[in-house]
């Protein structure tokens, strides 16, 4: 997976630019098969991953277990939905006969004034 091979880039080479620029070496307890690049020049990250990538093993899957029934997280994420798209549509009806209302009233004063605008002036 491309995403995964940029992260270990990412990490590999955040880690050799810490250790350049406190000047501290890896961890002694913990063997790597690289260490920190000279002063001046970041390592070759590819080289570091390579060889990191070789000394492990293989990801086992991790499997999910759920729960057969709903959890009581589950439902008040749903309730909480509901109560979210029940306050919309009460906006969004509150806003249609506000619309209604007032594009009744401008037609009825459009309709009471509705003399021809004079040209004269």
């Not at 997976?1 to 990412?10: A, F, S, V």
């Not at 880690?15 to 098969?33: I, L, Y």
């Not at 060889?51 to 990801?59: G, K, M, R």
């Not at 057969?68 to 969004?92: D, M, P, T, W």
Request: charged share 25%; net charge positive.
């Amino acid at each position: 997976m491309k995403w995964m091979r940029e992260r270990d880039l990412l990490i590999a080479q955040t880690m050799a630019f810490v250790q350049s620029v406190t000047g501290k070496k890896p961890d002694a307890e913990k063997p790597t098969a690289y260490s920190a690049a000279p002063a001046g020049r970041l390592p070759d990250v590819e080289a570091m991953l390579a060889v990191t990538i070789a000394s492990t093993e293989p990801p086992t899957p991790i499997q999910s277990v759920r729960p057969a029934g709903r959890s009581e997280y589950q439902n008040e994420i749903q309730a909480r939905v509901a109560n979210f798209r029940a306050h919309q549509q009460r906006f969004l009806k509150e806003r249609e006969a506000y619309c209604s209302a007032t594009m009744a009233k401008v037609q009825a004063t459009l309709a009471k004034d509705a003399r021809p605008p004079r040209l004269g002036k």
